[in-house]
């Protein structure tokens, strides 16, 4: 079974996801908008979301998490949660 650890960013609007996500790619730190601005508890450990595997996130996550390419900021991904950025730190396949 493929597993990968990730973090991730969480917020309500599209448009606050893509300001972060410029942030981010101006040399921003993507833990510390993490424990700044998610709406996610993972917010406080930087948006670190640990080892899981392929099949336990809600389909729009695992799909990117398990095909998009490492170390590099992903979104703004829809979920029913809200819009996320997404970096995927490694994959077992």
């Not at 450990?45 to 590099?72: A, C, P």
Request: with cysteine; proline share 3%.
């Amino acid at each position: 079974m493929p597993t990968a650890t990730a973090r991730h960013i969480l917020v309500d609007d599209e448009q606050q996801c893509e300001d972060l996500k410029k942030q981010i790619e101006s040399g921003s730190d993507f833990a510390d908008l993490a424990s700044q601005y998610s709406n996610c508890p993972s917010g406080k450990q930087g948006g670190d979301l640990g080892e899981f595997s392929q099949g336990q996130m809600v389909r729009e996550f695992d799909e990117v998490v398990f095909s998009g390419e490492l170390h590099k900021v992903h979104g703004p991904i829809k979920t029913q949660f809200g819009y996320h950025l997404l970096e995927i730190t490694s994959r077992n396949d």
